[in-house]
């Protein structure tokens, strides 16, 4: 190889595209390529960049290059940044080094932003492209990426920004996270939580959504390099800003580490499964409270945050705008077209209201951080607060493009919009509901939604059709897609003859797992069979398996089919001539047209073949039953465009409905209208127990708001509707036109039944009446079922129960039956079914029992009480409705509409802890800055001079005052004053073990800064509680060694068995030592019990204290210890264990209160615990009883 290698691969380079370079060309000297580099965000002027080769003769092996800029203005770090650049280079070709330089020049640009002159400074490596995955493993294998070199003074300036940011975050509520577990790379992922219960959205909405109201919303962040500034990922437009986000929630503010890296990994297991809910075998790990797991609309969030969000913001400071206004601002300038938009979308919504996540959410979401000053802008925060927003808003948005919705109806569950497009990829990337989940949890659900499409298709209604979903069907009007075949229908086999004579569609090749309908000739009509072929033999012969098989009779209405002789001469010959008795003229109908492309008619029949393929929910839940990990795509038994159809139902159901009664017995419809439902069961009371109640939860969480702030209103207009702000009225319509009002809500835009008392919605007070309305469908079409064939439930008619705005004066007519033109007025509450169950069904009448019982029902206003059937009035449950005036503060479930954990004043953010503290960030990277010879930017704090530095203890008597004032914690929490005995300064630490300050600790810092900085953390919170209301107690002024302390529990409940022993024996407090090593917060602390003794676990006690005294506690081991733990927790946490009511601590015999444990009689049992349970004891724990 020598200089001829070198051009070629100057030319290739040429060809390819590098980021921020231009003018690549060859040099003056022999092994010299030029260029510019040029970023206008963070370079005045392009640099001009030479490499030289230092032996192009030996090139590429032999060869190494010489980096360097000619440009006389260029900053010292980049000429030094490029000499070590050079230092890289040897045995690389021209493509790779262009590479690097470009890299890694982009790297010192964007990252340093401050400049780094310290010649001293050492240097470690860090992967730019997936720096992550190498720290946390998660891809084997993988090849190593780019090396740059960072000095750790820009890893400290960046660590810096970060927990700047990430306090901005921490002030405005969000509890942090911090995913470190070594000093080499102390962060890699951050995490931001909020409540689900302070979002200010209803029940059912979160049912709808996924959400756990006990829950947390949880935004990962992951750094693959260093942390960016908001100039850099705002000129980049987010992209290589070293930025990933992750949105889901967890069972607590802070998910583990380990759900935390697989949810930025590929791998299955956090997938579609774990996305809505359904059970997915992994890891043991993977199933605990502190799991990560994907929401509804996890997907289109992490989408638009990786792709969008940055662009948006830059739009959004730079014009002054809204998000919505940015985002249709940068449509136009793509010169993309928005089917989703309208130029009124959102003006119906003020501007400030636009950008929030929920004006019902608390008070700390209605801020808007993204218009701060540059300087003070939180990128986790502003990222937070545009997830939530999108969250909340979600049913606003299409899923795929992300524009603004036009439809009229808000939905309760998010969908897409009008472009087909958008519901292909809505479909084919799994944005929507989990339809495995659904089959398993709501499978009469399901089964309802399917009979609604399939009554509108038999109806004759193609306007429901979907388009855009890529299916396949059979075509069974037109001639030129059928072949005629010989069929052995008991053998399940068929042959395609030879002969040219017989019809049959252009280009036919059948091949294993490909459908088709069969249509075959019958002594007493014909038999028609869905199936797919199994297998395929020699000769054109195949087997098939029939999934679906009905006959009707031989009627000349039918599409027809004829033979004619030269058919039967070719049966009569050859191969078939010795089994001429059991071979019969048959019709296939390959699934191979799109109904996007065929006739009305035709494109009906089509999709009702494809429903009729479908086995019953039953069936399919059982399937799914067999395996957690199962899907409907592994199926061999469901057509593929079956499924598509049956994920296009669920998806495009943008309602929410729960089964409250199970599937009615064949006893209770024998006896008919006799049998009502149980006041006790939650159902409607007074209706017939044959008709099937469904919940209805319909509109979006805004047309609730909507619809309560019209009550609301109306209430203060009106004095006569105080006690029934609403009423309730049947809506009955035909089976078909179900399908589309669970989609789209009632409306009056076509005339069906007539309008003889004006435009509007017609309900009636009276069940008879609107059951006038639900006759069926006329059947259109020859050898159709009526129904759909395999439903467990057979629908025969559907009726609701609709929630009106009590303003009759106000309709367009009142009587005989309401017409309401005011779509915002109605909300529908109950679907009821009258159905002809299977046995199968009736075996499982409910598959999930409702989670509250009926606890009162609603008020009606005299004049307009809904009555039943047999005009018997009828009681609402209470849950049905979102009316808070129908609420009594007694009895006032958990279930409300709208959950928002509020305090007294109605800004309180309740038990929330704010998470971890990110200073730990800066400490840690300063510990990993170099040896201790060099110059620190902190000295090192005696003992004394820490307590100096925190400022002077608070005075004894001043706590003995507040421990006192046990009042404090009745005003706080409404519970009872705790008396206690503890008296703060009076335990006589001489009579204590002492130990003197390590040697070793001059080598922590960052142990001694952690340390100093959880003393400062305790004395605060000790000086803003009563000391009964914390429980424990820290004399900060007599910690003489930052490595030991000793901490006092007391003020236990009165009622524990602990306190009871702790009051007989004259005991005032529990006496802890705490000690740690020389790499806390790396490794937990050692915590044991000084006195008093504990009875033993053997003997019937408990507390988590060993026989030896030490506390036997996951947390306190490397297994279940995190670095960003605060000390004030693990005191809590310790009390809790003792505050253990299954079994309670208990103290030994009054003879043995004087005998304290022994250290070291601790120390063993703490081995003993963890060996027993499999825990890790900390490297360095020996460091403990030496020091």
């Not at 590479?99 to 640009?109: F, K, Q, S």
């Not at 935390?260 to 409270?289: C, I, L, W, Y």
């Not at 090749?509 to 002594?523: A, H, P, Q």
């Amino acid at each position: 190889m020598s200089t001829r290698a070198f051009l070629a691969d100057l030319a290739d380079a040429q060809a390819q595209r590098f980021d921020d370079i231009s003018g690549l060309r060859r040099g003056d000297s022999d092994g010299e390529i030029c260029f510019e580099y040029f970023r206008s965000d963070v370079l005045a002027e392009p640099l001009e960049i030479q490499i030289l080769a230092t032996d192009v003769a030996s090139y590429p092996g032999g060869s190494a290059f010489i980096v360097f800029t000619s440009s006389d203005a260029c900053d010292d770090d980049i000429v030094a940044h490029l000499e070590r650049i050079s230092a890289s280079t040897n045995g690389c070709r021209v493509q790779k080094v262009i590479g690097i330089v470009t890299t890694r020049l982009r790297n010192l640009l964007l990252y340093d932003e401050y400049g780094n002159n310290d010649e001293d400074s050492e240097e470690e490596t860090v992967a730019v492209d997936g720096a992550d995955d190498e720290y946390f493993d998660l891809h084997e294998g993988r090849e190593p990426g780019l090396v740059v070199s960072v000095e750790k003074g820009c890893a400290l300036k960046n660590a810096q920004r970060l927990h700047k940011d990430l306090m901005a975050a921490r002030s405005a509520g969000f509890s942090i996270g911090i995913f470190a577990n070594e000093i080499r790379k102390p962060v890699g992922i951050v995490s931001l939580s909020w409540r689900v219960s302070q979002l200010g959205i209803s029940l059912a909405a979160m049912s709808a959504w996924g959400l756990d109201p006990s829950g947390y919303l949880v935004l990962l962040i992951k750094c693959t390099g260093l942390y960016p500034n908001l100039k850099a990922c705002l000129n980049s437009a987010g992209r290589d800003c070293g930025l990933k986000f992750r949105f889901g929630q967890s069972h607590v503010p802070k998910p583990s580490l380990t759900s935390a890296k697989m949810a930025f990994s590929n791998k299955p297991e956090m997938g579609q499964g774990a996305r809505s809910g359904q059970e997915v075998e992994t890891d043991d790990q993977m199933h605990g409270e502190n799991t990560f797991t994907p929401t509804y609309m996890s997907k289109t969030i992490d989408a638009l945050l990786e792709n969008h969000f940055f662009r948006l913001l830059s739009v959004r400071r730079r014009r002054e705008s809204s998000w919505d206004e940015a985002q249709e601002y940068l449509a136009k300038l793509e010169g993309r077209s928005c089917p989703a938009t309208t130029d009124s979308s959102t003006a119906t919504m003020a501007p400030s209201q636009d950008i929030f996540a929920s004006t019902l959410a608390l008070s700390v979401l209605q801020e808007d951080h993204a218009m701060k000053d540059e300087n003070d802008i939180s990128i986790p925060l502003v990222a937070m607060e545009f997830a939530l927003r999108r969250l909340c808003r979600c049913t606003e948005y299409c899923m795929v493009c992300h524009q603004r919705l036009r439809h009229d109806f808000e939905a309760l569950k998010p969908y897409v919009c009008t472009s087909a497009l958008c519901l292909y990829q809505y479909l084919s990337l799994n944005l929507g509901p989990n339809v495995e989940h659904e089959i398993v949890t709501s499978p009469y659900v399901v089964d309802m939604l399917i009979s609604f499409f399939y009554a509108a298709l038999v109806g004759g209604d193609a306007g429901q059709c979907p388009d855009g979903l890529a299916l396949k069907v059979p075509c069974l009007a037109r001639k030129a897609s059928v072949a005629h075949i010989a069929c052995d229908l008991p053998s399940r086999i068929f042959r395609v003859p030879l002969s040219g004579l017989s019809p049959h569609p252009q280009n036919l090749k059948i091949r294993e797992g490909d459908w088709f309908f069969l249509v075959i000739k019958v002594s007493d009509g014909f038999e028609r069979h869905t199936c797919w072929v199994e297998k395929q033999f020699e000769s054109g012969v195949y087997a098939f398996v029939s999934v679906e098989t009905y006959s009707y009779p031989d009627l000349t209405e039918d599409v027809g089919i004829k033979y004619d002789e030269a058919d039967k001469e070719v049966l009569a010959s050859g191969e078939f001539k010795s089994d001429q008795s059991v071979w019969r003229f048959a019709r296939l109908y390959p699934f191979c047209f799109d109904p996007d492309d065929m006739e009305r008619n035709d494109k009906v029949l089509g999709l009702l073949t494809l429903l009729n393929a479908l086995p019953s929910v039953l069936e399919m839940r059982t399937y799914l039953g067999r395996a957690s990990s199962r899907d409907l795509k592994s199926w061999q038994r469901l057509n593929p465009s079956s499924r598509s159809l049956l994920c296009w139902i669920i998806a495009s159901n943008t309602s929410y409905l729960v089964q409250d009664t199970p599937v009615p017995m064949k006893d209770q419809e024998d006896s008919g209208n006799d049998v009502e439902a149980e006041p006790e069961s939650g159902a409607i009371k007074g209706l017939e127990k044959s008709w099937m109640q469904f919940r209805f939860a319909q509109g979006s969480p805004q047309k609730e708001a909507k619809f309560l702030k019209i009550i609301d209103d109306m209430r203060n207009v009106d004095a006569g509707v105080q006690e029934c702000p609403s009423l309730f009225a049947w809506h009955g319509s035909s089976l078909g036109n179900w399908h589309g009002i669970v989609r789209e809500g009632l409306d009056f835009q076509k005339i069906i039944n007539g309008r003889a008392f004006g435009d509007g919605v017609y309900f009636s007070q009276d069940m008879s009446v609107s059951r006038t309305y639900l006759r069926r469908w006329q059947i259109p079409v020859q050898g159709v079922s009526a129904v759909w064939r395999n439903s467990v439930l057979n629908v025969n008619v559907a009726i609701s129960i609709c929630e009106i705005v009590n303003r009759p004066q106000e309709f367009v007519s009142c009587s005989p039956h309401f017409v309401v033109d005011k779509t915002d007025w109605i909300q529908c509450r109950y679907l009821l079914l009258e159905v002809n169950p299977s046995a199968e069904a009736r075996r499982q009448p409910l598959f999930v029992p409702s989670a509250v019982d009926c606890i009162g029902y609603v008020n009606q206003d005299p004049s307009y009480v809904i009555r039943g059937e047999r005009g018997k009035p009828l009681e609402i449950p209470r849950r049905a409705t979102t009316a808070r005036h129908y609420w009594k503060a007694e009895d006032r479930p958990s279930e409300m509409s709208v959950v928002l954990s509020r305090g007294e004043t109605g800004d309180d953010m309740g038990e929330f802890t704010l998470g971890d503290d990110p200073a730990l960030l800066v400490d840690l990277i300063e510990e990993s800055e170099g040896d201790t010879g060099r110059q620190k930017r902190h000295r090192i704090m005696t003992p004394t001079e820490a307590n100096v530095e925190l400022g002077s203890p608070q005075p004894v008597a001043k706590l003995q005052r507040s421990c006192r004032d046990g009042d404090v914690r009745a005003l706080v929490t409404g519970s009872p004053p705790v008396i206690s005995a503890f008296r703060p300064g009076a335990l006589d630490l001489s009579s204590l073990p002492q130990l003197p300050f390590p040697d070793w600790a001059t080598s922590s810092q960052t142990a001694l800064r952690a340390l100093s900085r959880e003393i400062k953390e305790l004395q605060k919170i000790q000086s803003k509680q009563s000391m009964t209301e914390l429980g424990w107690y820290l004399d900060t002024s007599k910690v003489t060694n930052l490595f030991q302390w000793i901490i006092e529990l007391h003020s236990f409940d009165a009622d524990l068995p602990l306190a009871k022993d702790m009051d007989q024996r004259g005991c005032r407090s529990i006496v802890l030592e705490v000690r740690f090593t020389s790499s806390f917060p790396i490794s937990p602390p050692f915590v044991r019990v000084i006195r008093p003794r504990f009875l033993p676990f053997s003997q019937g006690g408990g507390g988590h204290v060993t026989a030896g005294g030490a506390i036997c506690s996951e947390m306190l081991t490397n297994s279940g210890w995190s670095p960003a733990m605060s000390m004030e927790k693990v005191f809590l946490q310790i009390r809790l264990g003792l505050c253990d009511t299954e079994r309670p601590a208990r103290l030994e015999k009054v003879s043995s209160l004087s005998q304290d444990y022994g250290f070291r009689e601790a120390i063993d049992a703490y081995r003993r615990a963890a060996l027993a349970h499999g825990w890790s004891v900390p490297e360095g724990f020996d460091s403990i009883w030496s020091g």
